[in-house]
């Protein structure tokens, strides 16, 4: 079970921390169900400092299930939008800019809504990495943190283990990024047509659970599993793979595996298939065509490895979630 808190304070927006919330729950119990897990996917908790309640920006008393201070531990936390003045908020809420570094060393992914980003920003967790946040914010946000790599013509960065959204219903964005990275596509899929979330919008993304994959801190397999996901269309080998990087095929799958808990072959297999659960949804292309794009020669054995990932056919997995981005 992933266990995430949402830090709440006055003058937060509600609908992006009980809609992420409610997105969450929906997914973990989902996940539930299908998989045969005996708990739901996720355990999310709203939490103030000191565990009483908050004012939020529509003037209502929302009460935390805890507090900040009593949680020793959580996989994951995220900060709302900031409604109010920033600057004030900023100043008012130093224990939660504390918490939050104390999260970062505990090395938990840490997720910022919107304007909640300069949360994030003033604890020093985005010095030097990619972050977005409220556009008409872009200008204060450079202004306060020079050191800052702000892209604000982007919905969703990640960057080690830090997450910013930016804006508006980002946060459904930042929610099904967070689903697929800790259940699967399958899951977020369903939860995104549920919702009617368009994922159409969000090609750019890149939700992806093969990220999950990467915070292992070894710099040549990271450089493998890039150069995997710009190469994944063509014929590759290991022997190929471990001459790119100086490397024999032995040692290449030996240090891959010690990195990431599998073979860069199953590696590469995953790159692939995601690939083409993104092209059967976004595109019009025939499943025959999708199996050259992504890789493969034998369609029957995509049809094989693909039913196995997702529990579908190709055929069957995009009659079911094709209309994701086009029920609105």
Not at 62 to 70: G, M, R, V
């Amino acid at each position: 079970m992933v266990t995430v808190t949402i830090v709440v304070f006055d003058r937060a927006l509600a609908a992006s921390f009980i809609g992420i919330n409610d997105l969450l729950y929906f997914a973990g119990n989902s996940y539930q169900r299908y998989s045969g897990q005996s708990k739901p996917g996720f355990q999310v908790r709203l939490a103030s400092w000191d565990g009483r309640p908050v004012n939020v920006m529509n003037g209502l008393a929302i009460t935390p299930h805890c507090s900040l201070q009593d949680i020793d531990r959580s996989d994951v936390y995220l900060v709302p939008t900031i409604t109010g003045d920033i600057e004030a908020t900023l100043e008012q809420n130093t224990h939660v800019i504390q918490a939050l570094k104390k999260a970062a060393d505990q090395g938990s992914l840490i997720g910022g809504n919107s304007a909640g980003s300069f949360f994030l920003a003033e604890a020093g967790l985005l010095d030097g990495k990619k972050a977005t946040t409220q556009r008409r914010l872009t200008d204060l946000f450079r202004e306060r943190y020079p050191l800052v790599d702000l892209r604000p013509e982007q919905f969703l960065t990640h960057d080690g283990n830090i997450l910013c959204d930016a804006g508006g219903s980002s946060w459904f964005d930042l929610g099904l990024y967070l689903i697929e990275l800790f259940c699967d596509h399958q899951t977020a899929m369903a939860t995104a047509k549920y919702f009617m979330v368009d994922l159409e919008r969000s090609a750019q993304l890149s939700f992806s659970p093969l990220v999950s994959k990467k915070h292992h801190g070894d710099p040549i397999v990271l450089n493998i599993q890039n150069w995997m996901e710009t190469h994944f269309r063509e014929p590759l080998t290991m022997e190929q793979a471990g001459e790119q990087f100086g490397l024999s095929s032995r040692s290449l799958i030996r240090r891959f595996k010690l990195a990431t808990g599998g073979t860069p072959l199953n590696y590469l297999q995953e790159v692939r298939l995601d690939a083409a659960s993104r092209l059967l949804i976004q595109s019009k292309q025939t499943v025959e065509e999708i199996t050259t794009l992504v890789g493969y020669s034998d369609i029957s054995s995509f049809t094989r490895l693909f039913k196995r990932r997702t529990g579908f056919p190709p055929s069957h997995y995009r009659t079911r979630f094709k209309s994701v981005g086009s029920e609105h």
